[in-house]
T-cell receptor
Framework: GAVVSQHPSRVICKSGTSVKIECRSLDFQATTMFWYRQFPKKSLMLMATSNEGSKATYEQGVEKDKFLINHASLTLSTLTVTSAHPEDSSFYIC???????????FGSGTRLTVV | GQNIDQPTEMTATEGAIVQINCTYQTSGFNGLFWYQQHAGEAPTFLSYNVLDGLEEKGRFSSFLSRSKGYSYLLLKELQMKDSASYLCAVLYDYKLSFGAGTTVTVRA
């Protein structure tokens, strides 16, 4: 089945630094990937849609200069949290559409802690 | 806007049946998904409904009524490993909007 690999699974960084999270589709090509954020015991909130070879589409209220998304190939999308602050601490998850009834496959998530 | 409602928590006994309801009001509709999510892990696909009716897959079944904006996920013969959060998600314009999730606790 379709597999989406996300790295790192956990990261701790200092305030003011930047963190890059990678999302790879391992056995299929994903022209579109999605980035979500999830707070404890809350649902997934779509942050942006990543389109291969073009600019990402951000949801209302998401700062595009803070959450940089790059989708340079059909199998890789990256999310960079720039100048991270403690309030950016969260669980970030990517997903890709596999088409048909299989829906959307999710990466394993990245737990970001900013100290 | 998108409004997707589901109960926050449910508790059931091992071997029992639990039904998780989901109501939605969205600006469009291309289908409804149910996902299972264990704490700290990514959601895993359970079911997809795009037409009205019941879809059965082993111990899990999902129902959809588009006219009522309503779906439910039915879990039968509950096992301890079914303790998890269950997310209802509506697909529109290729994007998924999620409900807040229902935490199901299975007790022995």
């Amino acid at each position: 089945g379709a597999v989406v690999s996300q790295h790192p699974s956990r990261v701790i960084c200092k305030s003011g630094t930047s963190v890059k999270i990678e999302c790879r589709s391992l056995d299929f090509q994903a022209t579109t990937m999605f980035w979500y954020r999830q707070f404890p015991k809350k649902s997934l909130m779509l942050m942006a849609t990543s389109n291969e070879g073009s600019k990402a589409t951000y949801e209302q209220g998401v700062e595009k200069d803070k959450f940089l998304i790059n989708h340079a190939s059909l199998t890789l999308s990256t999310l960079t949290v720039t100048s991270a602050h403690p309030e950016d601490s969260s669980f970030y998850i990517c997903s890709a559409s596999t088409g048909g009834r299989g829906g959307y496959t999710f990466g394993s998530g990245t737990r970001l802690t900013v100290v | 806007g998108q409004n997707i409602d589901q109960p926050t928590e449910m508790t059931a006994t091992e071997g029992a049946i639990v039904q998780i309801n989901c109501t939605y009001q969205t600006s469009g509709f291309n289908g409804l998904f149910w996902y299972q999510q264990h704490a700290g892990e990514a959601p895993t696909f359970l079911s997809y409904n795009v037409l009205d009716g019941l879809e059965e897959k082993g111990r899990f079944s999902s129902f959809l009524s588009r006219s009522k904006g309503y779906s439910y996920l039915l879990l039968k013969e509950l096992q301890m490993k079914d303790s998890a959060s269950y997310l209802c998600a509506v697909l529109y314009d290729y994007k998924l909007s999620f409900g807040a999730g229902t935490t199901v606790t299975v007790r022995a």
